[in-house]
């Protein structure tokens, strides 16, 4: 009897499984900090305070758009433009590039956003990438903003492909709320070039 109920079916293991995630409500803030910009943020994120702050002769300030829940952080350099609009945008092109080995699709997106002088390009990067979404935002005269979204976890497109979606939402949110602050004296030199 003990022979016969041992005899069976071969045990099969089960496929691995992901955790089920939950998004946050959608809602947003603006939020203006140390970098000489402001902008709409998802209200279930924090702006991490930026080293240096672009006035008093700084032309470099970073700063950190960080989704806690989501182990996600959007690393954002700002650069005062000194006649290096070209090497800039070069540079975006290039990180971006970096990632086309592993990529199995890159989509961008264009920013033109006249009224506010806010101009750039956001790129979806698909795969197991490092930096599934990168972009750069500019006035084309004075500012120049990059950014590279990351996540403290193994790159998996199949796993991560809710919160990426999300936060690539949020990213596109923030690009077309963007405002540059301009200092007092600086709004009215912009305002005559037109």
Partial sequence: ??????????????????FRIDLPPDSTLTFTGNCPFSAEIPTYSLMMKGVGNGNGGSSTCWTDLVFPGLRGEVHMTWRAIHGDLPELINDAHEFKAKHEVLATR?????IRRDSARVFGT??????????????YLTDSTDNFLYGALYFDVRPNADSLAPVTGRIRKDIARFAHTLRWQYPAGAVQHVQQRH
């Fill in 106 to 110: 890159i989509r961008t997106e264009e």
């Fill in 1 to 18: 009897m003990l022979l016969l109920s041992a005899c069976g079916n071969d045990p099969v293991p089960k496929p691995r499984g992901y």
């Fill in 122 to 135: 956001l790129f979806a990067v698909d795969g197991n990438v490092a930096s599934p979404m990168v972009f």
